[in-house]
């Protein structure tokens, strides 16, 4: 009960109407950042701590202002992403999958109600989950050895067959190009720098964020160019909302099952929101077999990775409460404004700032509603940006991309590597090469790498070492399973569903 | 009796300008302050710490920006100053011991500690071993007679690449203790302090070497048994209770500084200045406030003083890195 006395406080902390002002204002400005691409959350809250600094907030008020642009900003991530095809940071990466397609078909306000139903749904999962388990996962989280964590992440790519799995090969290669760009820079167990030619802007490898924004919206807007030279203009058909609760209630379960696998991946340090909403839409994929019609505008594909990617969001906030640790490239921002304020987050964070604790939980579920009420209405006037014609809506997406990334690094570099990346996701995308797997090898090969070279260091390289340990047993098994059912019950599916087609051409 | 003090005031100006030409500089305008990181990291931390103490102490005459430039590891904003701003009167860029460790290792190709003016350091944040609270090693004499036995047999885990400030902490330690063989030590990088001492606390690696800022909330909980800080003495407060190494025979003093330095184009006037001034700021009430709110110790050198500093240390992480092979 005691948790629930804590929690009554901490409400009593987040509704004042001075704090709830500030957290209106902080989901706004964080869906507004989080929808622009180039600038994620990370960078959306690092720009506004100055704010927080200038407006001489009280360290409560910071900390639930700026959580609300955090959430507001994975809220966000998804409206270019759906509208666009272009995600607004990484976590929303999976929702082009079948947001852009249902955006195609017609249905982009759906598509953006479900996703903030989803996010809605997947948030409120994962601050459940942190009000009541925070302390013991934080436990979880440490019995994570290096073994454990490669096991891990050897999952991610065994189930990324999932994704895009018309030719397997091509997923590989995309996923083999990502790992191989993931060594460029200094390597941290040797010291030595790797593929970096002596120019120095590769020595920490290569930013996310560049390479996303290049393969995503710099690609983008080199196929605009080519289809209007083609086809002349093309538009996307805006609709008015009109989803029914039949249509909200059959996303349901999938948003429960996102926000619990996104909040357990958003738990562990180092695999964070993109890690989430990745394995949410995989194993969703898998748990809806036949049924799914994912990869072509499923709402169900809408739903998993965005409540994938809040719930991660908020679990990222265990280790960062409880351990000090930040979860994510947004929690390490976070934890620096908590130390600039004088709090050092640790295993003593609950007992020693309780107010502080527990005023940011109630700010996360405050700010949730806040959010689905703020968004829901706002669908129409996001929907809008669609009638603007391409050829004005391109130039402008690109110059804010141009624009958000200059201002992280200052640095003319990066732009030439944009745009460097934004030819080869154009090539890449003539030959059917997914860019989703080139994009999760580049994020999580060096964590991959790091974990099996530590465990390797440890056990003097005996191999053995690798599953040796129950948790990685355990993981290893999965990772197996989600590796070969799709060659089993693949070629059973597509014939099942060759027939099924061959059915419905016969009709038409 | 208005025009006489005016009078003097222009006496006395007149005869200050003529008596110190060398402090005649004034900066006009606004200054920028190059963090060479992300948002969120140590160098960001100085520069909009010590901006602040410099706008509120009217110091400066008008704003101080600070100016993220990362990339590696402080090596672009490095040759940005080196090249580009070589005459800028009104830059400063933050630096800590990070930056001295690549310079040593030649990690910034064709660049070297010659190459910037270095004007002070403000505070410090001393390094420390440590091991979980089960650990079987309950003194630094118990950690090292392992070491001395086998030097595979005690992994370390810290924040910094290998070669970086954490491993040479362990290294500066083992020399000391007479160990040879240094590069059997086993040493595992993290992304930052905290992820390090998760997996100290898990039981998945022996040994912690980092700073104490960074592990104050599990010294605190009692969750990191803190073998030996690497000061000169005890350091403050409730840190006290923690042994150094050298009161335990190991002579190894491993301060983590946060300075500054400017282009090395500026004239002896502006090079002057800032050093007047950063120790100005060192003094405020304010600046020690905010170290003792980050968990920084008391750390000042600036001027000649503080360019010796720097390039002893260098030097002696040069040969240190030489020894485990990591420097030719």
Known sequence: MDTLNYLMQGFGVALTPMNLLLALIGCFLGTLIGALPGLGPANGVAILIPLAFTLGLPPESALIMLTAVYSGAMYGGRISSILLNIPGDEPAMMTCLDGYPMAQQG??????????????????????????????????ALTFGPADYFALFVLAFATLGGITGKNPMKTLLAAALGLMMSTIGIDISTGNQRYTFD????????????????????????????????????????????????????????????????????VLPGAG??????????????????????????PKGVAAPESGNNGAANGALVPMLTLGIPGSGTTAVLLAMLVSLNITPGPLMFQQHAEIVWGVIAALLVGNFLLLLLNIPMVGIFVKLLSVPP????????????????????????LYFMIFFGVLGYILRKIE????PVILGLLLGPEMEKNLRHAMMLSDGDWAVLWSSWLSIAIWAIAIIGLITPYIVGPMLRRRMRVKTADEVTED | MRAKTSLSLIAATALTLSASVALAFQPSGKIDCLAPSDPGGGWDFTCRSVG???????????????????????????????????????????????????????????????????????????????????????????????????????????GSALGGWDHLKVLQVAKAADIDNLRKIKYLSYNNGGEAITQVMGGHVAAFTGDVSESMGFIQSGDLKVLAVLSDERLPGELADLPTAKEQGINTVAPNWRGFYVPSGVSDDVY???????????????WKQIM????????????????????????DIHSLSQEIGLVK
């Open chain 1, 433 to 436: 090469i997914p860019l989703v």
């Open chain 2, 272 to 286: 002057g200045w800032w050093v007047k001034t950063l120790d100005q700021v060192y003094e405020t009430d304010a």
């Open chain 1, 391 to 414: 050829k004005y809506l391109m130039p402008i997406v690109t110059l804010v991309a141009i624009v958000g990334i200059y201002s992280i690094s200052h640095s003319a570099f990066d």
């Open chain 1, 273 to 298: 929101a993109s890690l989430g909403s990745f394995l949410s839409y995989t194993i969703e994929k898998r748990m809806l077999g036949s049924k799914n019609r994912f990869g072509e505008g499923d």
């Open chain 1, 199 to 266: 120019i120095l802007e590769l020595y920490e490898g290569i930013d996310f964020i560049i390479a996303i924004v290049g393969l995503f919206a710099i690609s983008e807007l080199l196929f605009f160019i080519e289809r209007r030279i083609s086809d002349g203009d093309e538009t996307i058909k805006v609709n008015k909302l009109k989803i029914k609760w039949k249509e909200i209630l059959a996303i349901i379960p999938t948003s429960l099952r996102g926000g619990v696998v996104g909040f357990v991946a958003g």
């Open chain 2, 292 to 315: 003792t709110q980050n968990g920084l110790m008391p750390f000042h050198k600036s001027g000649q003083e503080f360019t010796d500093y720097v390039h002893q240390q260098v030097d």
């Open chain 1, 107 to 140: 249905k982009a306000a759906e598509a953006l109600a479900i996703s903030a139903v989803a996010s809605f749904i997947g948030s409120l999962v994962a601050c459940i989950g942190l009000i009541l388990l925070a302390p013991a996962l934080a436990k979880f």
């Open chain 2, 52 to 158: 602040r103490v410099l706008e509120q102490q009217d110091m400066v005459p008008a704003s101080v920006q600070t100016t993220n430039m990362a990339g590696a590891g402080g090596g672009v904003a490095f040759a940005h100053t080196v090249s580009k701003r070589k005459n800028d009167e009104q830059l400063i860029v933050a630096a800590s011991t990070a930056t001295t460790t690549r310079l040593a290792q030649k990690q910034f190709p064709g660049m070297n500690a010659d190459m910037v003016k270095w004007a002070a350091a403000l505070g410090a944040d001393y390094g420390i071993i440590a091991v979980g609270k089960d650990s079987p090693y309950s003194t630094l004499d118990e950690l090292i007679a392992a070491l001395k036995e086998n030097p595979g047999s005690v992994s370390f885990a810290g």
